[in-house]
């Protein structure tokens, strides 16, 4: 396996960065999940784009441009030969000294691109649909660690999901810091009531597969809206479902003990499935 660290191609046993690295002391950095299809990257610019912008807020300087950063990940799926691949681009602010002082790290962050496959969970629960459940731990706070901030400090996510595991679950929705519905652990939540699409309107990540999904409803004439969601409307919707880059869409059939619509994978979802998967094997950037 070639990993891509700072310009160079290196073995994975190669592959390391200094104990100093600020995103390993700190979770001081950013990170993006990127698939590419049929030697195709999907949404390769928005990707790289929400990169740039969560390093912006972090006042990160990659000190190299969106379209070198795209180079660099579509060299690394060519390195490793990959046609079908989970990327995952690491952005950390380097290496300092023990403080938690940025300006100590001398403006030398870490650019890490990794291209493997990754399968997320069994294809049988994509045909059955998958049970979650609500966990205590909220959302961050927009004000104190935004969630449009895809960085590398994933605790907040981490605890939630260890509520879920503990309770025999392998994902969960998390609350806002309102009380509504903001998303799962690693993935956005989508509703659908009498033939209306819905997705939270705060306190989630602006996933790109969520974007493409209320894209593609647009396109073929689904009606949708993103709004602030309740558990009850999730518990009386017809149909729910998750997205995400590593999960793609997923049914979910049973949240909190209620049973979602028939109990089974809806039609809607089912046809949003499709489309998704058409989409991505033939919309990407060549390589
Ligand atoms: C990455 C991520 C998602 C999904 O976003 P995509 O762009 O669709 O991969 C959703 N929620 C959180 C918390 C995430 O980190």
């Known amino acids: 396996m070639k990993i891509y660290l700072n310009g160079k191609f290196v073995e994975k046993k190669d592959a390391k960065v200094s104990v100093f690295d600020h995103g390993f002391l700190y979770g001081d950095g950013a990170f993006e999940g990127i698939r590419a299809y049929n030697r195709l990257v999907f949404k390769l610019e928005e990707h790289v784009e929400r990169l740039y912008e969560t390093s912006h807020t972090l006042m990160i300087d990659l000190k190299m441009t969106r379209k070198e950063m795209m180079k660099a990940i579509v060299d690394t799926l060519k390195a490793n030969n990959l046609t079908d691949a989970y990327i995952r681009v690491v952005v950390s602010r380097g290496e300092g000294d023990l403080g938690l002082d940025p300006r100590k790290c001398f403006g030398n962050p870490n650019v890490i691109i990794i291209a493997d496959k990754i399968t997320l969970y069994p294809k049988e629960l994509y045909n059955r649909g998958m049970e979650i459940i609500t966990v205590p731990t909220v959302r961050n706070n ?16 981490i605890l939630a999901k260890i509520e879920a ?25 989508f509703i659908i009531k009498n033939k209306v699409l819905s997705t939270p309107s705060q306190g989630r990540l602006k996933g790109i597969t969520r974007e493409t999904v209320l894209e ?22 017809d149909e729910c479902f998750l997205t995400g880059t590593a999960a793609e869409i997923i049914p979910v059939v049973k949240v909190d003990g209620r049973i979602i619509g028939s109990g089974k994978p ?14 991505t094997r033939t919309d990407g950037t060549k390589y």
Not at 144 to 157: R, V
Not at 268 to 278: D, N
């Open 216 to 237: 593609l409803a647009k396109k073929n004439k689904i009606e949708t809206k993103e709004c602030l969601m309740t558990r009850h409307e999730v518990y009386i919707s």
């Open 142 to 157: 927009p004000e104190a660690i935004n969630p449009q901030l895809k960085s590398l400090n994933y605790l907040n996510n």
């Open 266 to 279: 809806g039609p809607m979802t089912t046809k949003l499935i499709e489309m998704f998967h058409k989409v």
């Open 165 to 189: 595991n503990n309770s025999g679950f392998s994902e969960a929705i998390m609350l806002d810091h309102q009380g509504y519905v903001a998303e799962c652990t690693g993935d956005n939540i």
